[in-house]
């Protein structure tokens, strides 16, 4: 195999690539080598090279000084799974080394980092991917399907809502804070580009957002500080003239909630939790009447629905409407899909599907819900992109 990965940064994230390349493996679809691991941490960096030994019977190179990663060994790509402060300088440094790279999400900490990284990737002519993978879920991929082919009519609204965390630690501690990523902006970054995939560009935005818990516990019951808001509630207007009605409640207690819908002239599609496998809910609505669909009628409003060789490979059919698999499995096949997209985009010569400019409109719409509420006023995300509108960020202390 001629292409040569690394990646940089072993802990959750890292780890979780790791089994998307097991997945790859398995199902004949890995189209590349990860030839080297990086962490700061030995024990994070040997984890991560004995799961990728067992996935692929070769071992990668292990290291745990990124810069001297770059200088040892022969890279053509290198995936960024770090915490979001360090996603700029490690994919500026990967670029300058003559790597593409593919960067976790939040594409960087900052949308001045962002822009910053993109213009780099574009002047030395090399791929920025960003690793978001609710997108690549099958069941998404048929809400595309289904959308574009008009089988709701014209989409006027979208709701994506969800409640759910308590005052707990998502995961890790660092995502609290605001200069290290904060909730919103992690969280939110999926449900921006989600909304965007099926509904095309959002133009404007208004948010209010809060800072319910200052504190947070985590399992071993021990506090932490949180800086960062943990919900923000607005509303957003597509260029289509559609409106999105959006909540993103990560201190929500009792009962937890998702909706992700969209509403048309023709009817409503009701789309389920990410990685749950479940069907789509889709209603039409005909002669004054409501009229519920089956998984089969879905496939023929959509006859072009077909997914891609290797999502269907990993799944396990081209023309899914529902799947059951465990939760780690779904999860390792959407970042394979990612990184086999990644790497057939630098041999092919094309952009991969999520690029540094699509990555980062998702960041800078979440930014847009964040200056909004600081404004008091809707603000439009190409003021946010520009630089125009950046107040929180600067309260942020990290804009370059
Ligand atoms: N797409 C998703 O569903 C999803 C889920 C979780 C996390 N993420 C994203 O993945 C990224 C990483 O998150 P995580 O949860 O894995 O964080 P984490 O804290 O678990 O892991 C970060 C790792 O980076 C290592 N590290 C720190 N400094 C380093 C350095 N200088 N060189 C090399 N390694 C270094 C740490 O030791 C740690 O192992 C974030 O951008 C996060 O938003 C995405």
Same mark, same amino acid.
């Given at each position: 195999m001629s292409f040569a990965l690394g990646l940089v940064g072993?802990?959750?994230?890292?780890?979780?690539?790791?089994?998307?390349?097991?997945? $790859?493996?398995?199902?004949?679809?890995?189209?590349?080598?990860?030839?080297?691991?990086?962490?700061?941490?030995?024990?994070?960096?040997?984890?991560?090279?004995?799961?990728? =030994? /067992?996935?692929?019977?070769?071992?990668?190179?292990?290291?745990?000084?990124?810069?001297?990663?770059?200088?040892?060994?022969? $890279?053509?790509?290198?995936?960024?799974?770090?915490?979001?402060?360090?996603?700029?300088?490690?994919?500026?440094?990967?670029?300058?080394?003559?790597?593409?790279?593919?960067? =976790?999400?939040?594409?960087?900490?900052?949308?001045? =980092?962002?822009?910053?990284?993109?213009?780099?990737?574009?002047?030395?002519?090399?791929?920025? /991917?960003? /690793?978001?993978?609710? *997108?690549?879920?099958?069941?998404?991929? $048929?809400?595309?399907? $289904?959308?574009?082919?008009?089988?709701?009519?014209?989409?006027?609204?979208?709701?994506?809502?969800?409640?759910? /965390?308590? =005052?707990?630690?998502?995961?890790?501690?660092?995502?609290?804070?605001?200069? *290290?990523?904060?909730?919103?902006?992690?969280?939110?970054?999926?449900?921006?580009?989600?909304?965007e995939y099926l509904l095309g560009p959002m133009d404007s935005v208004f948010g209010l957002n809060t800072v319910v818990d200052a504190q947070r516990r985590d399992a071993n019951g021990i506090m932490h500080p949180a800086d960062a808001e943990d919900l923000s509630v607005g509303v957003a207007q597509f260029r289509s003239g559609a409106v999105a009605n959006w909540l993103l409640n990560m201190a929500g207690r009792g009962e937890n909630h998702f909706a992700r819908m969209v509403y048309g002239i023709g009817g409503t599609l009701g789309i389920p939790g990410d990685r749950t496998g479940q069907p789509l809910r889709l209603t039409m609505r005909e002669d004054g009447q409501d009229r519920p669909l089956t998984n089969d009628d879905l496939l023929a409003l959509a006859p072009e629905y077909h997914l891609d060789r290797v999502t269907a490979a990993l799944f396990g059919g081209e023309r899914l409407t529902h799947y059951e698999l465990e939760w780690a499995t779904i999860d390792a096949n959407l970042l394979g899909i990612e990184q086999a997209d990644f790497v057939e985009a630098v041999v092919s010569g094309r952009e991969p599907e999520v690029d540094g400019v699509q990555g980062l409109r998702s960041l800078a719409l979440v930014f847009a819900f964040l200056e909004s509420g600081l404004l008091g006023r809707m603000v439009h995300v190409d003021d946010i992109l520009a630089g125009r509108l950046s107040a929180y960020e600067a309260s942020i202390g990290a804009t370059p």
């Open positions: 072993c802990g959750g994230m890292g780890r979780r690539h790791i089994r998307g390349i097991e997945r $790859l493996a398995k199902t004949g679809t890995l189209n590349f080598e990860l030839a080297a691991v990086c962490d700061v941490l030995p024990a994070n960096s040997g984890m991560a090279a004995d799961m990728a =030994e /067992a996935a692929t019977g070769l071992r990668p190179g292990q290291f745990h000084d990124f810069e001297h990663m770059l200088k040892t060994v022969k $890279l053509d790509g290198l995936i960024i799974t770090t915490t979001p402060e360090m996603h700029t300088g490690m994919g500026m440094l990967a670029l300058d080394a003559g790597l593409h790279i593919m960067v =976790e999400k939040p594409v960087t900490l900052t949308v001045a =980092e962002g822009v910053k990284l993109v213009a780099a990737a574009q002047s030395v002519g090399k791929r920025l /991917a960003v /690793a978001e993978n609710y *997108r690549r879920d099958p069941i998404n991929r $048929l809400a595309r399907a $289904l959308i574009d082919k008009g089988a709701i009519g014209r989409p006027y609204l979208a709701v994506q809502s969800s409640s759910s /965390a308590g =005052e707990n630690v998502v995961i890790t501690p660092w995502r609290h804070l605001k200069n *290290r990523g904060g909730i919103v902006v992690d969280m939110g970054v999926h449900y921006t580009d989600i909304l």
